[in-house]
């Protein structure tokens, strides 16, 4: 069995090893290299550094509308298609050139939370559940029918980053079993997606990560999850500017203005919260790294007495 895979970030990179033990990966698509670090310099996605290594020929188009992209795939003779996090949305004409199609694996239980962030968005929407959807791909953006699906519970404390390797890791079991039973001809019957309780996961914007203290705190706490690793959770803290990395809510009533210190201990620096409040677990200050609470109190004593 002759299969292309198509994806770029870390996420994909578990996906790729499964389906290399699963058949033969003729061909890896990929992001082109972008700039990245303090240098700017071209850097390659970790998908193009996993297929280097296994020595898979790798492709780059920036998009698959010229003709010669639709050649090049085609000559590949690809039994199936395996797309991954790739980035970029991929036109009917290349949905059509493999036998079997293209699979999309996807970390979320479609319909919910299709598009670009369906991890981060889940923990800040407080979702107790995620889960992995093997799709067959059409046109639209995550709409097709499931193939294969498994659910997993999303901790109460965990983060995105947390999330992001426990889906990444699913995803590759799913995958693998899925290609097993098409190479012992084992069709999956497609389930068509539900046209209820479709909600769309936008991709992240750092300005998302400024915590509003007049919100509720359990709604700033999910976001704190949510956005760890990145682009992690930021705000104002009595005169400072800080990042948050861990939190956790209090249903604490209380009569002060969103954003006041309640208190400054061991335990954390709780703020108030337009209902509730937030503990402040692990904190960074400007030009510095992630530290306890206690230690960031202890940093300020002059203002946490």
Same mark, same amino acid.
């Given at each position: 069995m002759r299969i292309v895979f198509a994806g770029t970030p870390e996420f994909a990179v578990p996906c790729l090893r499964a389906a290399c033990s699963k058949a033969e990966v003729v061909a890896v698509y990929t992001q082109p290299d972008r700039p990245a670090g303090r240098g700017r310099g071209l850097t390659a996605s970790p998908v193009k550094l996993e297929a280097v290594q296994r020595g898979i020929p790798v492709y780059q188009p920036e998009n698959f509308r010229? *003709?010669?992209? !639709?050649r090049t795939l085609r000559a590949l003779q690809p039994d199936l298609m395996v797309v991954v996090a790739y $980035?970029?949305? =991929?036109?009917?004409?290349?949905?059509?050139?493999?036998?079997?199609?293209?699979?999309?694996?996807?970390?979320?239980?479609?319909?919910?939370?299709?598009?670009? *962030?369906?991890?981060?968005r889940a923990i800040e929407a407080g979702d107790t559940e995620s889960g992995v959807c093997l799709m067959q791909m059409e046109k639209g953006l995550d709409t097709g029918?499931?193939?294969?699906? &498994?659910?997993?519970?999303?901790?109460?404390?965990?983060?995105? $980053?947390? =999330?992001?390797? #426990?889906?990444?890791?699913? $995803?590759?079991?799913?995958?693998?079993? *899925?290609?097993?039973?098409? %190479? *012992?001809?084992?069709?999956?019957?497609?389930?068509? &997606?539900? +046209?209820?309780g479709v909600t769309y996961a936008? !991709?992240?914007? !750092?300005?998302?990560? %400024?915590?509003?203290?007049?919100?509720p705190a359990q709604r700033l706490a999910n976001k704190v999850r949510a956005f760890n690793p990145w682009?992690?959770?930021? +705000? &104002?803290?009595? $005169?400072e500017r800080v990042r948050i990395h861990a939190a956790r809510a209090l249903d604490e009533a209380h009569a002060a203005a969103p954003g006041s210190v309640l208190r400054a201990g061991r335990e954390g620096v709780d703020v108030a919260c337009g209902s509730g409040a937030l503990r402040l677990?692990?904190?960074? #200050?400007d030009g510095g790294k992630p530290i306890? +609470?206690?230690?960031?109190?202890?940093? %300020?004593?002059?203002t946490f007495a």
């Open positions: 010229s *003709a010669e992209s !639709k $980035g970029l949305l =991929l036109p009917q004409s290349v949905l059509d050139i493999p036998e079997h199609g293209c699979w999309n694996v996807h970390a979320s239980l479609l319909p919910r939370w299709r598009g670009a *962030a369906p991890i981060q029918p499931v193939l294969l699906a &498994q659910s997993l519970a999303i901790g109460p404390e965990e983060t995105g $980053g947390a =999330l992001h390797d #426990r889906l990444s890791e699913l $995803g590759a079991r799913v995958l693998g079993d *899925a290609l097993g039973l098409l %190479r *012992a001809t084992i069709h999956l019957p497609p389930h068509p &997606q539900s +046209a209820e936008h !991709k992240l914007d !750092k300005a998302e990560a %400024r915590l509003d203290w007049a919100q682009p992690v959770a930021e +705000a &104002q803290l009595a $005169g677990l692990t904190l960074q #200050r306890s +609470a206690q230690d960031y109190r202890n940093a %300020r004593r002059d």
